[in-house]
């Protein structure tokens, strides 16, 4: 019997949205289980949509539309914030982890309701089970949220419809309607908190490393749109183009983002990284050790290009081959996590700052390397690299570092959560530095018992199980502020749920796995 993987994949996901459930069981919860269902039944109408080519955009072929697992990762991650903040007392916090939870259901409604109002003949019983789930959760919302944080959640939804407009028209083909909703809905949230605290800088307080994020995102996302659409215009692989590229990138840069940066940290930011960065040896260590595995990544790349042009037939780079990257970045984080994590926050939002950069320069084939950079990666991109932009890399750097952007320092007691909660910030790196980069070498070498409907190996999603249980003992021996009491089955549960979902899902998993393993952790 043939099993559809969408099905196991939403199971996957139910048994999250139950686990966060049990853990918190609140009004807002139960709305989970309300938009679950709705998502679950809205889901199909999108993959017609996509079969049938009527779904307005271009979106990734060759996947589901992947609504189910991305419109409950905003909910249940608000919950599961909401549940930690409430333990510490942190009442801001609490309020705030409540609006991201309606915010990612306000949003997945948003979505659903584009594709209900797109399908024809009209979907009347998804119709009704939308409107039922939409109504609960509109109650919700009144009965929890004060009218300034209605007002906030309304600002985030106006933001991603223009937001997805622009998006989804300049990038065709780059994502799927779940990605889209993950991707966008994400940077909606950040750029409107950066607009709100640069409107209340009276107001603003905290530790300075948290504002390097919101102001890199905004920034790269208003250089991109700017060229995107001047570049519709005017010839971009010009030396007057790429002069003017550069002049506007540094204009942005000196002239809006650092005095912008200034107001938040109140000192220049050249001035206040020199003095963080030369804190102690310790960081200089690092930086050091980070700066040859850079090298290291290059050579790899270099390598594998004179290959292909030595006459070799191979064409593109294997999947062991890739993978080399992801060893490369479990090397750079895990010391990191270790000795200095702020360090590694500072470090990880600026090598997400050059890497959208360089992909900028090379989507525009700016010169001088933007041609070069296009030979180059074009060995690595594998089947989810089919539109314009080459993501795999940044999705790479994000999935690992969401778990550092994302921890709740506020509610953390000394830094330090109890339990399972003690592995939050290496979520990223056992997800995908390890579960994903084992599961897919194991698999594709020595797998021969497919899951059904799926491409994917059991023995690939076993070994992926074992080797992050290895991992997270080896963390017990070298990270001493680890102490998971008696929380052993939760954390196998945990990761052999992730597991499931990384042998079914058809979305990016870089991204997807780590935040649902950082929702099980923080529970």
């Known amino acids: 019997m043939q099993i559809n993987p969408v099905f196991v994949e939403?199971?996957?996901?139910?048994?999250?949205?139950?686990?966060?459930?049990?853990?918190?069981?609140n009004q807002h919860s139960w709305c989970s289980i309300a938009l679950f269902i709705q998502s679950f039944y809205v889901q199909h109408k999108w993959d017609r949509l996509l079969r049938s080519g009527g779904a307005v955009?271009?979106?990734?072929?060759?996947a589901n539309s992947g609504i189910v697992p991305a419109s409950m990762v905003m909910p249940l991650l608000g919950l599961a914030l909401r549940e930690?903040?409430?333990?510490?007392?942190?009442?801001?916090?609490?309020?705030?982890s409540m609006v991201v939870t309606i915010t990612g259901m306000m949003l997945a409604l948003f979505l659903s309701l584009i594709a209900l109002g797109i399908t024809r003949p009209v979907p009347t019983n998804t119709c009704v089970i939308a409107g039922m789930a939409a109504s609960a959760i509109l109650y919700t919302t009144k009965q929890t949220l004060t009218v300034s944080e209605v007002i906030e959640v309304l600002e985030v939804l106006l933001i991603f419809v223009y937001l997805s407009l622009i998006v989804l028209y300049l990038l065709p083909r780059c994502f799927t309607p779940g990605e889209a909703l993950l991707i966008v809905g994400g940077i909606s949230f950040i750029v409107n908190q950066l607009i709100k605290r640069s409107?209340?800088?009276?107001?603003?307080?905290?530790?300075p490393v948290n504002y390097f994020l919101p102001v890199i995102v905004v920034g790269s996302l208003l250089l991109g749109v700017f060229f995107a659409l001047l570049f519709c215009f005017m010839e971009s692989e010009t030396w007057v183009s790429s002069l003017f590229f550069h002049m506007m990138t540094a204009v942005l840069g000196l002239g809006i983002l650092m005095p912008w940066l200034s107001l938040f940290i109140g000192r220049h930011p050249f001035m206040w990284l020199l003095d963080f960065v030369m804190l102690n040896d310790r960081r200089l260590c690092l930086l050091g050790y980070w700066v040859f595995l850079v090298v290291v990544a290059l050579c790899v790349v270099l390598h594998q290009n004179y290959q292909r042009q030595s006459g070799s037939k191979k064409h593109q780079a294997s999947t062991i081959v890739r993978k080399y990257f992801h060893l490369i970045v479990v090397a750079t984080y895990v010391p990191g996590l270790i000795y200095d994590r702020q360090l590694l926050h500072v470090a990880s939002v600026g090598c997400l700052a050059v890497f959208l950069f360089l992909e900028y320069v090379r989507y525009f084939r700016i010169r001088p390397v933007g041609q070069l950079l296009r030979q180059l990666l074009t060995l690595f991109l594998d089947e989810r690299d089919c539109g314009p932009l080459i993501l795999t890399h940044v999705y790479?750097?994000?999935?690992?570092?969401?778990?550092?952007?994302?921890?709740p320092g506020p509610c953390a007691p000394k830094g330090i959560l109890p339990g399972a909660g003690g592995l939050v910030p290496y979520a990223g790196v056992l997800a995908v530095g390890v579960g994903d980069t084992v599961a897919s070498v194991f698999g594709s070498t020595m797998g021969e018992i497919r899951w059904p409907g799926t491409k994917k190996t059991m023995e690939g999603t076993a070994t992926s199980v074992f080797a992050q249980i290895i991992a997270v003992a080896m963390f017990l021996i070298f990270d001493g502020n680890i102490n998971l009491n008696s929380t052993y089955s939760w954390i196998v549960g945990s990761i052999t749920l992730?597991?499931?979902?990384?042998?079914?899902?058809?979305?990016i998993d870089?991204?997807?796995l780590p935040l649902y393993l950082f929702i099980l952790l923080l529970l």
Request: hydrophobic share 60%; aromatic share 14%; with cysteine.
């Open 10 to 25: 939403s199971a996957v996901v139910l048994a999250v949205v139950l686990c966060v459930h049990m853990a918190v069981w």
């Open 57 to 62: 955009f271009q979106f990734r072929p060759a």
């Open 84 to 96: 930690k903040c409430l333990a510490s007392g942190n009442v801001f916090f609490e309020r705030f």
């Open 199 to 207: 409107l209340n800088l009276a107001e603003v307080k905290g530790d």
């Open 396 to 407: 790479l750097l994000v999935g690992m570092s969401l778990p550092i952007w994302l921890f």
């Open 498 to 507: 992730v597991a499931m979902l990384e042998a079914y899902t058809s979305q």
């Open 510 to 512: 870089n991204l997807l």
